[in-house]
């Protein structure tokens, strides 16, 4: 049975630099294998635009 989750986060899981990323990051690689899930996170000033998803993502690898 496949649900929708919704995953809140205040840090954008990536980079893997921080314990809170890497946290978030495999609560959402987890979920993701057998459930459809939505990410919203915060984006701080210091976050890369190249980490930033810019599309929808249907896999996390």
Not at 29 to 45: D, E, I, N, Y
């Amino acid at each position: 049975m496949t649900i929708n989750i919704l995953l809140l986060t205040h840090v954008l899981p990536y980079p893997l630099d921080a314990g809170p990323k890497v946290r978030a990051y495999y609560m959402l690689r987890h979920l993701a294998q057998r459930h459809q899930v939505t990410l919203v996170s915060f984006v701080r000033a210091d976050d890369r635009p190249e980490h930033v998803p810019q599309h929808d993502k249907r896999r996390v690898n």
